[in-house]
Structure formats: C-alpha cells, structure tokens
C-alpha cells in the first residue's frame, strides 16, 4: 500500500533493474503512457532513500527562461545555495555560462554521496537550446551524480558514445510490462480471482501495460465474478475513464478536476486555495493512482491519460471559473520565483494590473528573454489596459530600453508623453508623465556614451516635477554599466561634463525613486579620481558612494565603490585594507535584495585574482577562450577585460589579443567606454610586447596615450606596473619615441613604484607574506630581478625597466646564484621555481 489508499505492487525484479541501472551516469526510462514508469522510479527513490531531485516537465518548459525557473526550483529540493546560483546566473546559451554551470555541481556536490536527478515526461521537451542543455548537462558524466530520464520516446541525443562506454543504462517497454504472475499478484490484491483462461484472455488484451491492467481490475468488480468482457478493453480511453472512474465522483469534485487540468503547478497550498471546500482535496486523494501525492516535487500529479481527458472538458467551466483559477495561479507562481508562469497565468487571466504590478518587483534591467517575454504580453493586451493603468505605458516603453531598442523606445516616449501632457493635469497622467519622462533619462543616460549629450538631467528633473501628483514611484535599484563614466569622447573636460550631469540627476531621482541612484555621483567622482592617479579623491568619494549606497540599498554601487576602494588600496600596498574590502565584497552575496549578486562577485573578485596572478581562484566561466559576450550588454562587458587579465597573466599572449579584438568589435560592450578603450589599449600594448610584437605594442600604446592625454588618465598604464615598466623602458630606447618621453619616464617611474608596493600585496596573498616572507634567503630587488629573468626579459631590459645599469643587474644575478647555489640563469629559475619563490610573481 502507498499513500492514498493507493494499491501498487511491490515489483522487485523492477527495483533490482534500476539499483544496477543507477550505478551508470545516465538511465533512460523509455516507455507509451501508462507503463508505470514514473512510478517505478518514484518507488525505487522512496524505498531507497537516496538524495534526488525530480523535474517534471510541461510544454511551458520549452520557453529556456521558464524551464530554467523550473530547473533551478527542483534543485532547490537538494541545496538551496545551488538553486539560487542557477537561478542567478540564468539559463546557459553560450560555452562560458555552461562552464558557470558545470562548476554548480563541481563545487557543490559533496563527495562520498549518490545523487539522483529525475527528468520526468522528457518527451514533452522539443525546444533546441532546452534540449542542448539537457544534452549537456546530462552527458557530462560526474562520478556522483546520477540523471534518469523518463520518456515515451527516446531521448533525441547521440547517446552512442556513453552506451558504448558502459554509462548509458536503458530501461524500455520490454522490462517496465507486467508479467502474467505479476498481474495475477495484482489482482490478488484487490480480491479478484480469475480462472485461468480469462487470466490469459486479459493478458492479450492488455499486453502488460499497467494502466490497462488497472482498468480491468477496476472493470472485473462490476461484473459477474469470473467473466470478462473483452470488449471493454478494447473501448476508446476516454469512455474507460467516463464510465470507471467520472461516473463514480462528484461534481464537486469533477469540476474541481478541470480546474486543475488548466494549470502546471499542483502544490496542495494552491490546490486548497482553488478548492475552497477543503473536502475536495481528500475526496480526490481516494482516487488513488489517478491522483497521487510526490513528495519530490511537493504537488499533486495527474496521470496523463487522466489529463488528456480533464483538458477536453475544460469547455464545461464558465469564463469566470477560469479567471479565478488563473489568478490564483498566478498569485502562487510570484510568491514562488516562478515570475515565467506568473506572467502567463495572469494573461490568461487578462490581468494586467498584477501583470504590471509584477514586473515592477524586479531591477532596473532584467534579462533580455524575459524582457521580451513581457513586452509580447503587453503587445497582446487590449487597447484599455493602457487606458486604465498608468504604469503599463511605462512599463511598455521601458521594456524597448531594456532590449537596446532605443530608437523605438524614444519614438514611443516622444508619443506618450505628448498625448498625456496635452490632457488634464491628474493623477494618473502625472504618473503616466513621472514614469516615462524618468524612462526618458534613463534612455539618455544610456546613450549618452554615443551621443556625447548629457542632457538626461532635464528629464530626471521632468520626472520629478510629476512626482508629488503621481503618488509616487516604487524603490529601484540603480544599474552599474560597464563604467560609471558613460564617456565615449576622447576630449579635455568630457568626463566633468559627465560628472556635474550626474551629480545634478541624483537629487531628483532619490526623491522620486526611493533612494535609486544614492551615491551614484560620488562613485563617478570616484572613477575619475581613480584614472587621474589621485588616490586620495578616489578613496574618498568611494568611501561616500559606499556609506549612501548601503544607506538605500542601492547594491551594484556599493559592490562598485568596494572594488574601487580594493584598487586603491593596491596601488597602497595596504594589504589589511584590501582583506577587509574583499570580506565586505564577499558578504554581499548573502544579499538577497542584490538579484545579480554573483555575477558581481565573480567579476570583481576575478578582476583582483587575475591581477595578483592567482587565476586558480577565478570562477571558471571567466578564464576560457573568448566568445561572444552573453550578459545583458547594458550593464555588463567588463568581465571581458577581465578575461583578458586572466589570459595575460597565464601568458596565453594569442588567447589574450584574440579577446581583445573581440572587445574592440562589440558595439554595446567595454569598447563604448573612453575608458574601456584605454584599457583594451594598454593591455594590448603589454600583451604584444610580451608575445615579442614590439612594433604592434609600439602601436597599441600610442593608441592609449591619445586617449589618456587629454584627461590625464595616467592609471590605466600605472598599474600594469612591471609589464608597464618593461614596455616604457623598451620604447624609451627607441630613436623615434612614439609619445613624450617625459610622460613617458613619469609612468615608468610610477609603474615601478606601484610594483613595488603591489609586491607587499601579492606576497601577502600567494601565502609567502610576514615572517616566511622576511627570512626568505632573496631580498626583494633580487627577488624581482630574477622573476624579470623568468619572464624572458633580458638584462638589458630589466635594467632599462628598473632604472638600474646593467652591471648591477650582473651583480644582483650573482648574488641570486649563490644564494641559490645555480650555475646560471636556467638552473636559478628551477630552483626557485621548485621553491616557489616565484609563484605568483
């Protein structure tokens, strides 16, 4: 006996099949409806008790986006943590967010325990990046982790490979159909005892399937004992079901059966809400088989027969029946995560006040699926909807921002915006007039990088001579681009222009917007600060942007202003404060209002692991071979430069330059920014000149010169420190220097004083700081000689990079030898190399 007065035979030839098929990574469950394959499964799991999770599918799972809400909630049944890094990082189109992915498992798995992940109704999946993932996920064999796939067909993957290797274990029709025995033992079950021969007429009949079996046992207690009607069995499904199992209920409880047949979700929270008779529930519980309780996935499910037949019945509710379920479900779906489903719920509904209302609980710039999700939704949506609800026009011409398509959004504000100002000053055209005037400096403020206009300001303060008649708008979180200076002129002044732009925008829009933007001018200050090479303006109006940021929740500028404080304190060689910064960094992942939370943490901390040379401590997702950019294009693109760091300091030169080109063609990325540029600049210019292209480095750093010059944007250069040094002194010999040797001889000297400083800083990290780091048999100088030696420099160079002659370059390698005991320079760098005094360096 099972739950729910259920009857279900113990099959142990079934359990024993899958406890041998689970030793393989993969198990494929294939068989029609009615086979009894999820139950076969869902026992073997409950009689074990092993650690699994179950992930029913629907046709809604073909959308990427809802399926990956789907995925990510039935991981949630084994680690939470894992749930929300999935759910943060979003469904993987592209080779790098797969390596994010695989290091979900990688890192969360506990080794020694068996996991078990179910995917059931696999078969109702056809949608392609669905099903690469799946493909993906499911194929890469981790020696803990177990996937069963039920289906009624087969998987469409090349499975070959695995089933040749022995880790494909396949389950069919074959092994899941009854044997006469067990539909006797069956039958024994429920008292019936048939003779012989109509034991065997059944089994014909039936041919082992188990749904079949179930409807002749339900058949054979309403005749005559011992006669079968073979007919019976071979009637339409859908009168078996009318006449065995509708007739027998009531209408109550058919009624509430339909209802559930229009929704995917059947938590029994929801289920109570539809019901209102609470009676209902435990009426439907006795159908046993029909309707039965899963523990993994917490809801009720339906037997798809059973369902088929419930979904052509849907007719039988009125409009307002389906609206109310609807709603409900809707409702259920937002409180849950499952925003996918909500939205579609409440469309069916034709609820677009909740639709609205929804949408405005997410930040500033969501995905760019789900923002065409919504902007289809609102497309659909009858002419009155934007005639009754202030925030759907705004919401509508926000959407057009959010997807880059900034032409048709202005057109349509330019549009809204003159037909409410040309009505009646009231509260809903004030919030109509608030919402997209706002929109519209958001529009300007991110296209101002293209335009060189920063004229957004006047539309902050629009919005905010709307707002005391609008009743107000809701709390936001302000974006973080790529920069905070959306400069893309190279000219003497642009970045004030945009500094005083933003510092006039904040006031309005806190005002407005419930603290959106608080400290958003004080962290541009501090960018400019930063790039000028003024630590102390850049320390300072960091610490501001950090203070007013926390103060209004406003997450991706205080994540900001820690990692320019992180910076700053490098440049120092303070390695306490960079410690403390790094544990405020870190503990921003327990932010829960901070939706990008990871993403974040990985760039910034994949930002300082690459610029100590630690890329070991890097999320994997950032170090592989450069592809085409897959976040949200108007609020991420750094994480590419990064990614250049990391190859850089592998010394994967030609990884490293390819990366770069990418960056230089991507016309919504790093590139826009004058200061994106500038780095892609000097990190090129240092990536040639290692890769022994001194002519193309030559080049590249002319190139960052024109661009620093006119703002005097010296740090860029200044801390690439000793690759920087190299490069000035290289350059610095030739007969036609390219830049002025005066700038030029400032940074080689201020690049080699952040070197030195940074020093502190890494060894501190690497592990060999204090006092191992003061007993160390080679001083500094010889220390960051001979890594200048490992490097391939020759001594010529090293002394041109540290403003030392050659001879004392001779001197100190000597030293370096006797300390050592080298014979010469190959022996010094594998000694010190099996040492690990150059680890990290």
């Known amino acids: 006996m099972v739950p729910g007065n259920q009857i279900y035979l113990e099959r ?59 995925y990510s909630g039935a991981v949630g049944a084994i680690s939470r943590a894992s749930a929300e890094k999935l759910a943060e990082m979003g469904f993987p189109r592209t080779e790098r967010q797969f390596d994010r992915y695989f290091s979900v498992p990688r890192d969360d798995a506990i080794p020694g325990l068996k996991y078990i992940f179910v995917y059931d109704d696999f078969h ?34 090349n499975l070959t490979g695995l089933f040749s290797k022995g880790h494909l274990a396949k389950i069919t029709e074959e092994e899941l159909r009854f044997t006469p025995d067990e539909m006797n033992d069956y039958f024994a079950l429920q008292n019936l005892r048939l003779r012989p021969e109509d034991a065997a007429a059944v089994y014909r009949d039936t041919e082992g399937w188990a749904f079949a079996i179930h409807l002749a046992g339900i058949s054979l207690k309403k005749v005559t004992a011992g006669d079968y009607g073979r007919s019976l069995m071979r009637a339409n499904i859908y009168k078996l079901i009318e006449s065995e199992i509708f007739s027998y209920i009531s209408e109550d409880l058919r009624r509430f059966l339909i209802k559930l047949s229009l929704i995917d979700q059947r938590p029994l929270e929801l289920l109570r809400d539809i019901a209102e ?28 027969l059973v369902l088929h037949y419930l979904k052509d019945k849907q007719d039988l509710l009125s409009d307002e029946e389906k609206r109310g379920v609807y709603n409900k479900a809707g409702r259920w779906c937002a409180e849950h995560g499952l925003k996918m489903d909500a ?32 902007l289809s939704v609102l497309e659909r949506a009858p002419p009155e909807v934007f005639g009754n609800n202030a925030s759907a026009p705004v919401l509508y011409t926000r959407l057009f921002i959010i997807l880059g398509r900034f032409e048709e959004a202005d057109i349509r504000l330019r549009e809204v915006i003159a037909r409410h100002e040309a009505l009646p000053l009231t509260a809903f055209t004030s919030r109509v007039l608030f919402g997209c005037y706002n ?50 002129i190279c000219a003497k002044g642009e970045m004030e222009k945009f500094v005083d732009a933003i510092t006039a925008s904040v006031p309005p829009l806190v005002t407005s917007l419930n603290g959106c933007s608080y400290g958003m001018d004080d962290l541009a200050r501090a960018e400019l600060a930063y790039y000028r090479g003024d630590m102390e303006g850049a320390e300072h109006n960091s610490r501001q942007a950090l203070m007013k940021s926390q103060s209004k929740n406003q997450y991706e500028i205080k994540h900001r202003a820690l990692y320019y404080l992180i910076r700053v304190s490098l440049a120092r060689g303070e390695t306490e404060e960079v410690r403390d910064f790094m544990k405020q960094t870190e503990a921003m992942r327990e932010e829960a209002g901070f939706l990008n939370r990871y993403v974040f943490y990985d760039i910034g901390c994949g930002w300082f692991y690459a610029h100590l040379g630690m890329t070991e401590k890097m999320a994997p997702w950032l170090k592989g071979d450069f592809e085409e950019i897959d976040l949200n294009s108007l609020n991420h693109g750094f994480e590419a430069l990064v990614k250049v760091k990391s190859q850089f300091a592998e010394k994967r030169f030609a990884a490293a330059l390819a990366t770069l080109e990418s ?12 200061l994106g540029r500038l780095e892609r600049s000097t990190l090129e210019a240092v990536c040639r000149y290692r890769a022994n ?82 007993e160390n048999t080679l001083s500094p100088r010889e220390l960051e000689v001979l890594s200048d030696l490992a490097q391939g420099f020759t001594r010529e160079e090293i002394a041109a990079s540290i403003s030392i002659s050659v001879n004392t370059v001779k001197s100190v390698l000597r030293s370096v030898y006797n300390k050592l005991g080298a014979l010469n320079r190959a022996d010094a760098v ?12």
């Open 439 to 488: 929109n519209r400096g958001f529009l300007r403020l991110l296209t101002c990088v293209f335009s060189g206009q920063y004229d957004f300001v006047s539309s902050f303060e629009k919005g905010a001579y709307y707002y005391p008649f609008s009743n107000g708008g809701p709390a936001m979180n302000m974006a973080v681009t790529s920069y905070m200076c959306r400069v893309g």
């Open 12 to 70: 142990p030839q079934i359990y024993h099949l899958l406890e041998k098929a689970v030793q393989s990574p993969l198990v494929t469950v294939v068989a029609g409806a009615g086979y009894g394959k999820t139950y076969s499964v869902y026992s073997f799991l409950r009689n074990n008790n092993v650690i699994s999770s179950w992930i029913q599918f629907s046709e809604q799972d073909n959308n990427p986006d809802r399926f990956w809400e789907n």
């Open 663 to 674: 960056i230089r063609m991507n016309r919504f990325g790093a590139e826009v920014f004058l």
């Open 124 to 157: 109702l999946l056809n949608n392609p990046a669905v099903l690469r993932f799946l493909e993906r996920s499911i194929t890469v064999p981790f020696y803990n982790i177990t996937s069963v796939i039920i289906s009624r067909t087969e998987p469409p993957f």
């Open 830 to 841: 594998r000694i010190a190399t099996a040492k690990g005094l150059l680890r990290g360096l």
């Open 343 to 374: 939205f579609s719920y409440y469309e069916k509904a034709g609820n677009y006040d909740e639709i609205v209302t929804l949408a405005y609980t997410f930040p500033m710039l969501i995905q760019d699926a789900l923002a065409e999700f919504l």
């Open 693 to 774: 292209d001194t002519a193309g480095a030559i080049k590249a750093l002319k190139a960052a010169y024109d661009l620093a010059e006119p703002d005097g944007l010296d740090m860029a250069f200044i801390e690439l420190g000793r690759d920087m040094r190299a490069l000035a002194g290289a350059v610095l010999k030739e007969k036609d220097c390219p830049v002025p040797r005066l700038w030029l001889e400032k940074i080689q000297r201020n690049a080699a004083s952040y070197g030195k400083k940074f020093f502190i800083v890494k060894e501190e990290f690497s592990g060999r700081g204090g006092k191992a780091s003061r």
């Open 277 to 304: 008779d609470k009676n209902l529930i435990g009426e439907m519980v006795k159908m046993g088989t029909f309707v039965s309780y899963d523990v993994y996935l917490n809801a009720y499910r339906i037997h798809q």
